[in-house]
């Protein structure tokens, strides 16, 4: 069957938006430019879009899906014909995303994307009805016994009454473990910086419209005496400063506004966004692990990120925040508490091992590769900075001091621990990240000795997650003897008994 007749209307609208900009640069800001790149660029761009308009109507009649026998069929190209199957047994994660130009018409999209590689690793629905995505998220959840049914029903009952029965039985039975305040959503909008948008903004208002200030010697006078008022300067500076605010905060509940974290026995679910919705859908089974990472701002605020690590990798072109991620501000106290709650096999222990002292010194004199070749360029160019010929050696010495820092806050930061069934292990310098996973999901380690590390008996071990790409966590100087016994730990591995190739 062929996609919804309005997935060419989406499309058309997503060339017009992408192609936007590059149309007003052309045709207004440099109309009058003689320069041959801009003359035939002209050409080139009402060319290229005409091909693709006549791409996306043509495509809409040759490409074609169907399910059958447990798996999404999907045929396309116009010229070389390009056929695959996507088994519902290897979908990983959903996603549902209802943009504005979904809600105008009461659409949205859905995207189901598995652990495969390639062009075929994901089928995405562009434009469905909200009754025929949740009647395709039914379908793919259900068990093989019980298919020979659902077509029966298919044959039987009108299509109409068997979407509304989907959409029932998807809706029903989740609990909901999170939905930010007013007050969370603040915080968020000065933790994530949000108001600082206003600074591509303005920039980019400027290089569109500069072309049409008239020239500074008309306006002299009046720019001489704003800049000579004392008062007016401050008041333009609370002003926008007001403004900067208010756009972060919007942005923020734009973003994150209706936020909610749910879960039933067997799925977690991810919903949010005001204008632009995003509900995203992962089987818990299939989680490969854990991330929690603190950036140096989230450090400041005792807040932190959750991210849950599949085998397959989330679409998310046009998502600005990750969309396999929990809500990005959470107390980390509340975040261990989450974490616990959505998955209860896995728990957060608070009391790890660190790092010996040797270990810090090993990091402090590991040589820095970047601080080294920087420097030599610093000597070999010798730029003035703020025209003072010999402060070139005051940007060395800068960078000098933050890798030291860095170095620091990662020897203070790295923590690890193995417990019965579960790695855990916290690394990172300015920005910190929590690595957690089951022994069943790792399917690789390794540990590497340098010489240096050698000579102190230290070591660097890197474990294998499958993901897409593949998850390669590494956490450097831990002790020998401890290598040993993760190594060992690892062995110990065929003891997990639920262990799934495909999980």
Request: hydrophobic share 45%; charged share 20%; net charge neutral.
């Amino acid at each position: 069957m062929r996609y919804h007749p309005l997935t060419c209307v989406f499309r058309i609208y997503q060339l017009i938006r992408n192609s936007l900009f590059v149309g007003i640069f052309l045709f207004i800001i440099k109309r009058n430019s003689d320069f041959w790149l801009f003359e035939y660029g002209r050409f080139v761009f009402v060319g290229a879009i005409l091909l693709r308009l006549i791409y996306i109507i043509v495509s809409w009649f040759v490409e074609t899906y169907e399910w059958k026998e447990r798996a999404f069929h999907i045929k396309k190209g116009i010229f070389v014909k390009h056929s695959s199957t996507i088994p519902f047994s290897r979908i990983q994660n959903v996603t549902r995303h209802t943009t504005l130009f979904h809600k105008i018409f009461g659409l949205t999209s859905i995207t189901f994307e598995t652990a495969m590689d390639g062009e075929d690793d994901a089928i995405t629905f562009h434009v469905v009805s909200k009754q025929y995505a949740a009647f395709l998220l039914d379908l793919v959840k259900v068990e093989e016994s019980q298919v020979p049914e659902v077509e029966e029903k298919k044959e039987t009952e009108p299509q109409v009454e068997e979407v509304k029965e989907s959409v029932n039985r998807v809706i029903t039975n989740r609990n909901i473990h999170f939905e930010p305040s007013k007050r969370d959503l603040f915080k968020a909008s000065f933790t994530s910086l949000s108001f600082l948008a206003i600074i591509p903004i303005v920039t980019a208002l400027y290089d569109l419209f500069g072309p049409l200030i008239p020239d500074s010697e008309q306006y002299e006078g009046v720019f001489y005496q704003i800049m000579n008022n004392r008062w007016v300067i401050f008041l333009l500076s609370i002003i926008a400063v007001v403004i900067a605010v208010i756009i972060g905060i919007l942005r923020t509940f734009s973003r994150y506004g209706r936020y909610r974290i749910s879960s039933n026995d067997t799925h977690i679910y991810i919903d949010r966004g005001l204008l632009a919705e995003t509900h995203f859908a992962i089987e818990k089974q299939k989680i490969q692990g854990l991330e929690i990472e603190q950036t140096l701002m989230k450090r400041i605020f005792g807040l932190a990120e959750v991210k849950l690590i599949s085998s397959a990798s989330p679409q998310s072109e046009e998502h600005t925040v990750s969309i396999n991620s929990l809500y990005p501000f959470l107390p980390l106290k509340r975040a261990y508490q989450l974490i616990e709650e959505l998955l209860p096999d896995y728990h957060v222990s608070e009391s790890m091992n660190r790092l010996t002292k040797v270990s810090m010194y090993i990091k402090l004199i590991k040589p820095s590769w970047i601080w080294i070749i920087a420097t030599l360029g610093l000597i070999y160019f010798k730029p003035a900075i703020f025209q003072i010929d010999a402060a070139w050696w005051l940007l060395s010495l800068t960078l000098l001091v933050i890798v030291i820092v860095n170095r620091m806050l990662d020897y203070l930061h790295t923590k690890y621990l193995i417990s019965d069934d579960q790695l855990q292990w916290w690394h990172g310098g300015l920005t910190s990240r929590m690595f957690i996973t089951k022994r069943k999901r790792v399917v690789e380690m390794s540990y590497s000795q340098s010489m240096l590390q050698k000579f102190f008996d230290l070591v660097s071990i890197s474990t294998m997650n499958r993901s897409t790409p593949t998850r390669i966590e590494t956490i450097d100087d831990v002790p020998l003897d401890f290598a040993k016994t993760f190594q060992d730990w690892y062995l110990h591995r065929q003891k997990d008994t639920t262990y799934q190739q495909n999980g």
